[in-house]
């Protein structure tokens, strides 16, 4: 006599669908929450100043200046750390616009001379809206500059 299994098997087989839907709601969380801030990949040691910060606008074009003299425009490196590369540069940067603000970061062990090369480069080509950017100073080790005042 044979016996029958009177319980069917079922397939079992698992749903797909909320899982994907959870890391859907996930993956928007995380992007939502996130925080895009625009960083520099280069390490600059900026100079120290006591002063108010400036507006932040979004429409800057940087110009970097690592502490070996090489030239930044945005992400891309200047090739040569001349005036007419660095003007040829700032050319295809900015086109035709002129009234765009100018950030210039400048690392503190810089030669001097490379500031005064892109300050120039810049006064030649136009603009007028040049930020140096500095980092915020210690108030307590503030010098009084008043004549006769010893530090």
Known sequence: MRIRDTQAHDDVHV????????????IIFFVITTTFEA????????????????????????????????YFVGDHEVLRADADALKAALKAAAGDDRERP?????????????VITAQDVLGQLGFRKIV???????????????????P
């Not at 500095?134 to 108030?139: A, K, Q, R, S, V």
């Open 15 to 26: 749903d797909l669908v909320p899982l994907i839907d959870v890391v859907l709601v996930l």
């Open 39 to 70: 960083r520099s990949t280069l390490q600059l040691q900026l100079p120290k100043a006591d002063g108010e910060p400036a507006q932040n606008s979004t429409q800057n074009l940087s110009v970097l200046i690592n502490a070996e003299g090489h």
């Open 102 to 114: 100018v950030l210039l970061r400048a690392d503190a062990r810089v030669p001097y001379q490379a």
């Open 132 to 150: 140096i950017a500095t980092t915020p100073g210690d108030p307590s080790a503030a010098v009084d500059n008043k004549p006769g005042a010893t």
